[in-house]
């Protein structure tokens, strides 16, 4: 028994370690009487971590480091330029190429909202990965939700910006020189909740009335079988009416 245990242990070599390269270091001044935070983006060698994806890693003085790895596959973290549109992305509240904070989400926690971006893959939006800080200063994880960012604005005049996402990306069916026609994919508003430890929560007052005034309107979910015709210009409208 004792020999074939010693086989089994030579024939089973143990995983080896990854190792990672730095792709993006920043400093923010994240929390107002506090020392900059290091963050770093990193990636793994093409021979120790093929299936794996980034990793992001937040260095605090006197803290632990504070790690999120993406393991879901092995794209790597998108740049915040390929992650957002175009006018989003300028609004970006630190000089960084893969870090996004966001200081107009500010109120909630009294922090702003530090933003990044893990792979995607083309049968869903997103993910997007949002952190914000604890009463001590330490990042937690808000949210790793499959949504694509479109905007953050203040809908509802409280002075607290929400998220207007879309959790499906439209397949285009049809298209003309001035038009697209393709799925139905509303988008969806978020809010923060309030709390010492916030989570993302779905509005569906405000989804409602965001796509009445932006896209059109049957119903939340994404209906293959609505078909909807945007055009340049931005005129959106219904091509097959719900059943």
Not at 73 to 94: C, Q, S, W
Request: with cysteine; hydrophobic share 35%.
């Amino acid at each position: 028994m004792l020999i074939l245990a010693a086989l089994l242990l030579l024939q089973s070599p143990s995983t080896p370690a990854v190792h990672w390269r730095v792709v993006e270091r920043a400093k923010v001044s994240w929390r107002a009487g506090s020392p900059s935070y290091e963050l770093l983006m990193e990636a793994p060698d093409s021979s120790t971590g093929r299936d794996m994806g980034g990793r992001m890693l937040v260095r605090i003085d006197g803290k632990p480091l504070f790690v999120f790895t993406d393991t879901s596959g092995p794209k790597p973290f998108r740049t915040v330029g390929a992650a957002l549109p175009e006018d989003l992305a300028r609004r970006n509240g630190i000089a960084s190429t893969h870090f996004y904070l966001v200081r107009t989400l500010s109120r909630t926690l009294g922090t702003p909202l530090l933003f990044a971006f893990p792979g995607q893959y083309e049968d869903h939006a997103g993910p997007t990965l949002i952190l914000g800080l604890d009463s001590t200063g330490y990042p937690f994880v808000i949210s790793s939700a499959d949504i694509s960012l479109e905007t953050i604005v203040d809908l509802n005049g409280d002075g607290v910006a929400e998220l207007v996402a879309r959790t499906t990306v439209p397949q285009g069916f049809s298209r003309t020189e001035d038009c697209t026609v393709g799925t139905y994919d509303p988008l969806a508003v978020y809010h923060l909740s309030h709390g010492p430890h916030p989570t993302l929560q779905y509005d569906s007052t405000l989804s409602r009335r965001y796509n009445q005034a932006h896209y059109v309107w049957v119903g939340p979910a994404p209906r293959d079988q609505v078909a909807v015709k945007w055009c340049t210009g931005g005129k959106v409208s219904l091509v097959t009416p719900p059943d």
